[in-house]
């Protein structure tokens, strides 16, 4: 990352980003939270992690911003790189304690029978949990084909992860009350759209876009795909939750 090819105006831009997403996580966690006694006490456990997952995304915002900010100098309408290395590690540090508890609460709301919870939690989340530790030393690596070797050992996981989602969720969405399968589709479906976005920026430096427009477009992307993944995604499952809760007379005020 050739932090010394931004401008001004994108350093200012992706800071932006950063501050609007530690804004929209940490509203996120208080509306998810306060949000729990509109369900029934079976789908609580859901909503909370959902508020979990945006509680550490705003942590973890937080730190990036602060790294972000001490790793240039503002030097009139320039800037500068203090030496200070911008901290790429807190993002895999969130994903490795966010991306698993995801598939986890999609699958809690679900309210599956428990043997089933257990064993597509238990594959689910330590896929996405291998899927994040095999894309870090690529995403810190130097050499182009050590980076490319990584990326497609991730793959493995995330492959299986959305065939899971798209495919090995049918029976049990199909068993779902009518209400609400629209929107658990939904849900898998955006989970799989937003992820999309991750594995393809991870080529871009193998494709040749470097430089401060590929830091920008890198880390805005990223930042739009974690909010849609974590705070529309739990506004989702909050939403399922409450439909649910209705249908079985099970709303607590």
Same mark, same amino acid.
């Given at each position: 990352?050739?932090?010394?090819?931004?401008?001004?105006?994108?350093?200012?831009?992706? +800071?932006?980003?950063?501050?609007?997403?530690?804004?929209?996580?940490?509203?996120?966690?208080?509306?998810?939270?306060?949000?729990?006694?509109?369900?029934?006490?079976?789908?609580?456990?859901?909503?909370?992690?959902?508020?979990? !997952?945006?509680?550490?995304?705003?942590?973890?915002?937080? +730190?990036?911003?602060?790294?972000?900010?001490?790793?240039?100098?503002? !030097? =009139?309408?320039?800037?500068?790189?203090?030496?200070?290395?911008?901290?790429?590690?807190?993002?895999?540090?969130?994903?490795?304690?966010?991306?698993?508890?995801?598939?986890?609460?999609?699958?809690?709301?679900?309210?599956?029978?428990?043997?089933?919870?257990?064993?597509?939690?238990?594959?689910?989340?330590?896929?996405?949990?291998?899927?994040?530790?095999?894309?870090?030393?690529?995403? !810190?690596?130097?050499?182009?084909?050590?980076?490319?070797?990584?990326?497609?050992?991730?793959?493995?996981?995330?492959?299986?992860?959305?065939?899971?989602?798209?495919?090995?969720?049918?029976?049990?969405?199909?068993? +779902?009350?009518?209400?609400?399968? =629209?929107?658990?589709?939904?849900?898998?479906?955006?989970?799989?759209?937003?992820?999309?976005?991750?594995?393809? !920026?991870?080529?871009?430096?193998?494709?040749?876009?470097?430089?401060?427009?590929?830091?920008?477009?890198?880390?805005?992307?990223?930042?739009?795909?974690?909010?849609?993944?974590?705070?529309?995604?739990?506004?989702?499952?909050?939403?399922?939750?409450?439909?649910?809760?209705?249908?079985? =007379?099970?709303?607590?005020?």
């Amino acid at each position: 990352m050739d932090l010394a090819s931004l401008s001004l105006g994108q350093y200012t831009f992706v +800071q932006n980003a950063f501050s609007f997403g530690l804004a929209v996580m940490a509203a996120a966690t208080l509306f998810l939270w306060f949000s729990r006694s509109h369900v029934a006490p079976a789908y609580r456990m859901a909503v909370t992690i959902s508020g979990l !997952v945006t509680a550490i995304a705003a942590y973890h915002y937080l +730190q990036i911003m602060l790294s972000w900010e001490a790793a240039f100098s503002v !030097v =009139g309408s320039s800037i500068e790189v203090t030496g200070s290395p911008f901290n790429q590690a807190y993002r895999y540090v969130d994903w490795l304690l966010t991306v698993p508890l995801l598939l986890i609460e999609l699958i809690l709301v679900m309210r599956l029978a428990r043997d089933e919870t257990i064993s597509k939690s238990v594959w689910l989340g330590g896929a996405a949990a291998l899927m994040i530790i095999l894309g870090y030393p690529g995403e !810190v690596a130097e050499a182009s084909g050590t980076r490319f070797t990584f990326w497609v050992l991730s793959m493995i996981p995330f492959i299986y992860i959305v065939y899971q989602l798209v495919v090995g969720l049918k029976g049990s969405i199909s068993n +779902q009350p009518e209400n609400v399968r =629209g929107l658990i589709n939904g849900a898998a479906t955006l989970v799989v759209i937003s992820w999309l976005f991750y594995p393809i !920026v991870f080529l871009f430096p193998l494709i040749g876009f470097t430089g401060g427009a590929a830091i920008t477009a890198v880390e805005v992307g990223y930042t739009i795909a974690d909010i849609v993944a974590k705070a529309v995604f739990g506004i989702l499952i909050l939403a399922i939750a409450i439909r649910k809760s209705e249908a079985e =007379g099970n709303t607590q005020a």
